[in-house]
Antibody, heavy 127, light 108 residues
């Protein structure tokens, strides 16, 4: 069925690294823009990164710029988030989310919405 | 960055009540406003996109309206399964895209 499944979360020390994966199934992954969104415990949602369908366009939130790297492998239907120099404030549930636009597949950056989410993977940064 | 302010932050309501949540961006975002519902321990679920379009499969008691700098999410008759936290999100211009702080709807 149509789904996203995140993996790779866990406990890591401050300054450490982690790589999250998001496996897509049930739809043509290579057509879609993808995003990572996180939620700290008891807090709201924070968008952190976007990647276009081909991987040619990427954006980051200022809070993770220079430390996190988003990538995708369309042949493997997978999205990734490499997280380096982790801090306590990066502790959160990390969700991958598909982005769609009115009419279906997005063809421009603005105006999208997150119509499919994974269940999330918990990243805990603590010594 | 565009700041999104939701009000109220929380509310108590009874089954059958009409509930309205407001979202105000710090600048005009045309109609690039989406609403999500999140239940504890679950991923968010898209309710409304482009300010007023109902996502497939979402009950018709949910509706959205507004444009520019003021938007509302209305639940016409609150049901037990609607007790959750609701977030607005803007997708105007290039990222960063931002969410409101959330509105928790609780049982009175």
């Amino acid at each position: 069925q149509v789904q996203l499944v995140e993996s790779g979360g866990g406990l890591v020390k401050p300054g450490g690294s982690l790589r999250l994966s998001c496996a897509a199934s049930g739809f043509t992954f290579s057509d879609d823009y993808m995003n990572w969104i996180r939620q700290a415990p008891g807090k709201g949602l924070e968008w952190i990164s976007y990647i276009s369908s081909s991987g040619s366009t990427i954006y980051y939130a200022d809070s993770v710029k220079g430390r996190f790297t988003i990538s995708r492998d369309n042949a493997k239907n997978s999205l990734y988030l490499q997280m380096n120099s982790l801090r306590a404030e990066d502790t959160a549930v990390y969700y991958c989310a598909r982005e769609r636009c009115s009419g279906g597949i997005c063809h421009r950056v603005l105006g999208g919405y997150f119509d499919l989410w994974g269940r999330g993977t918990l990243v805990t940064v603590s010594s | 960055d565009i700041q999104m302010t939701q009000s109220p932050s929380s509310l108590s309501a009874s089954v059958g009540d009409r509930v309205t949540i407001t979202c105000r961006p710090s600048q005009s975002i045309r109609n690039y406003l989406n609403w999500y519902q999140q239940k504890p321990g679950k991923a968010p679920n898209l309710l409304i996109y482009a300010a007023s379009s109902l996502q497939s499969g979402v009950p018709s008691r949910f509706s959205g309206s507004g444009s520019g700098t003021e938007f509302t999410l209305t639940i016409s008759s609150l049901q037990p399964e609607d007790f959750a936290t609701y977030y607005c999100q803007q997708s105007h211009t290039t990222p960063p895209w931002t969410f409101g702080q959330g509105t928790k709807v609780e049982i009175k």
